[in-house]
């Protein structure tokens, strides 16, 4: 995460909340000095056992929201800094002219700051692998694939 000649008050350390497909993860915490390394992998995994159809599961995505937020650790609960949000579909599966570089969605987005952050929108730096792969499903004695 980028936001250059922003200098933050707080000294305590960040971490980037994500939420994804119903699940909820978060990096580590990093000092608070921009730029910003997460140098993670975050894994999210769904099941939809009754989507057949790639089509079906293309809308379903539409409906759903991403999070993204950055977060710093302000007591009493943290700080929201900046949040990006964005229909899950277009998350995982952006548009081909966003993208750039031979591995990967390389994807730059500016985030929404918060009312308390001062200075510019933070630009995040992320790449997205989406997997969708069949599955056996066992219903009593027989197998639907």
Do not use: W
Request: charged letters at 25%.
């Amino acid at each position: 995460i980028t936001c250059p000649g922003v200098q933050l008050k707080d000294k305590q350390e960040l971490y980037l909340s994500v939420f994804v497909l119903g699940q909820y993860h978060k990096t580590e915490c990093v000092p608070a000095v921009f730029p910003l390394f997460f140098q993670e992998r975050l894994v999210f995994e769904k099941e939809f056992a009754n989507i057949v159809d790639p089509g079906d599961l293309v809308k379903l995505l539409e409906f759903d929201t991403a999070v993204l937020e950055l977060i710093q650790l302000v007591p009493p609960v943290g700080k929201v800094l900046a949040t990006y949000e964005e229909n899950t579909r277009d998350f995982l599966f952006p548009d081909p002219k966003l993208t750039h570089g031979h591995r990967g969605l390389q994807r730059e987005v500016l985030m929404k700051r918060s009312p308390s952050f001062t200075g510019i929108a933070p630009k995040l730096r992320f790449s997205t692998t989406s997997l969708i792969s069949d599955s056996l499903l066992v219903l009593g004695r027989s197998h639907i694939q």
